[in-house]
């Protein structure tokens, strides 16, 4: 059985791309090429796409597709992997993510990130708030930030009376809000969010839905979900993620199957694969 | 009369059917090994009190603030050795509490696994060398050593210290301290390593996610969050540096003052013991002795205590901050 990775031009994606609100017109990321394995086993390969400005954009499709391993790429995650490797060029702004004289601290701290299960510190949630500002040397008005960060992430009127206590007492839902808020404080260009609500129950769930949608006037998010509802809501763009085996049997790898706006990939997909896989029919 | 025919299909009564053997067996000996080891416990602290009793009559609680030590003239007191277990103790977990720190670090956070699985095997098996071999290094390697290039060295940069002052000597209360750094190295890098690499994988990504550095994460998250297994460890350390007296007895030469330079013999309430018991010559000598060991039983037992005490509270904390 052979599979072929379809070319995307992402030179045409930013035209077709920009909503009336004018969101979407520049070019955040443009990936080429983008190939990650982990001790020599490809996880992802070949993967080509640009990500606008102020739009909110979605990783979806099976486990084990490599979209995980992907949204790692544009912070840097994966270099903390033992033996992982990523060859092919990720843009930002249109510098080098992975050039040479790239400081990966300093791109983490203009790419926020959101993991899949809420991990605030154990500390109080105004250490939680404060712990990015303060390692950046943000040093001035604190508290100012503080309260303006957790207005900015819809928690202030939950937590305003108790920002001493430890943030392992709020729920779920206000543990991950919390770690969106937390990488709000430092004032990043991106937020990726790999997973943000897979571990929450459906009213938290919406909550964090809402705050995606506030976000995107300000910042570019690229979120990871296996809901497609989830995606289908939040998503002005969604990237169809698959599995591909390998012709010679050694494995499989995760491949980039359609990257469109939400509503085409969603209604009227131009892959089989990613039809079946928006209608419920993958095996 | 009506009979009731048995279904067949029905399950067994549920009535005791006799006792079970297996349970019974296993019950006692568990609670005999329990009760059997807090007994020990009691007994020994008992015999080491009654027969210590007799100095503890003649010199009451004085005996711990006394100095001197000397049987021709019937003078006993436990402060040099109180003083010189403390000393020797608070120096080496002064130096390895930070080594361990370090080793537990680059054991988890720094060295791949190839590098860190054999450099742990050693630290560890450190601990695996017999206190009296130890000793014995410490006798004919170590002491020479310290005496020829280690105290001349920090007698010219920090001579001005009173600690440092004075001749210095082959055996006496800074080597023991060193020998007993590297007996206590092995069990509190051990703990302190398990501890590193117990802190939540997410945590130190949310940190480096934030944009901090390896250090700041370290700093910041994974030294707060194992903070009080640390101090635990660095109790238990203490304890074993309070305990020990085979090596220390070797390298610390006997000493009956106390002195405020490191350089010169001392004695610790453990070496003093080993040295002198079999040899005592009084039976008033050997009581006093038993009295030094009481002491010395009672500071371990505070230790231990302690060491207890952080962790549960520490424990107790976090399942409230998460329930």
Known sequence: ?283 | MSTVTPDPLAPAPIDRQGIRLGDVLFKGIAFVAAVGVAAVLGLLTYEVFSLAWPAIQEFGLSFIWTQGWNPNSNVYGALVFIYGTIVTSFIALLLATPLSIAIALFLTEIAPGRVAAPIATMVELLAAIPSVVLGLWGILVFGPWVANHLEPWLQSWFGFLPIFSGDPSQAGILPAALVLTIMIIPITSAICRELFSRVPRDLSDGSLALGSTRWEAIRRVAIPYAAPGISAAVLLGLGRAFGEAIAVTQVIGSGNTINESLFPPGDTLGSRIASSYIGASTAIEAQSLLYLAAILLVISLITNVSAQAIVNRFQKARRMSTG
């Open chain 1, 1 to 283: 059985m052979s599979m072929t990775t379809p070319r995307i031009d992402s030179g045409k994606l930013g035209e077709l791309a920009a909503t009336p609100d004018g969101r979407g017109a520049e070019t955040v990321f443009a990936v080429s090429d983008l190939t990650v394995s982990y001790s020599g086993n490809v996880a992802l390969k070949g993967v080509d796409l640009a990500i606008q400005k102020n739009f909110v954009t979605a990783f979806i499709g099976p486990s084990g597709c490599g979209k995980s391993t992907f949204i790692r790429c544009f912070n840097r995650m994966n270099d903390l992997v033992p033996g992982a490797r990523v060859d092919g060029e990720v843009l930002y702004h249109g510098r080098d993510l992975y050039g040479a004289n790239v400081d990966p601290v300093e791109v983490r701290r203009r790419i926020g990130m959101v993991f899949q299960k809420p991990n605030p510190f154990p500390k109080s949630i105004y250490d939680n708030i404060a712990f990015g500002p303060r390692i950046l040397g943000m040093k001035q008005d604190i508290d100012e930030r503080v309260e303006r960060t957790l207005k900015h992430a819809a928690l202030w009127d939950e937590v305003k009376d108790r920002l001493k206590e430890n943030a392992l007492g709020l729920s779920g839902g206000q543990q991950q809000r919390l770690c969106i808020a937390r990488a709000l404080a430092v004032e990043p260009d991106v937020i990726l969010m790999d997973e943000p609500a897979s571990a929450l129950d459906p009213i938290s769930t919406s909550r964090i839905e809402d705050l995606i949608h506030e976000l995107k006037n300000e910042y570019t998010i690229v979120i990871v979900t296996h809901n497609m509802q989830q995606a289908a809501r939040v998503a002005d763009k969604t990237a169809f993620f698959s599995v591909e085996l390998r012709e010679d049997g050694s494995g499989r790898h995760g491949i980039l199957v359609e990257y469109d706006q939400t509503t085409k990939v969603f209604t009227n997909p131009t892959d089989k694969r990613t039809e079946d896989y928006v209608t419920g029919r993958f095996g």
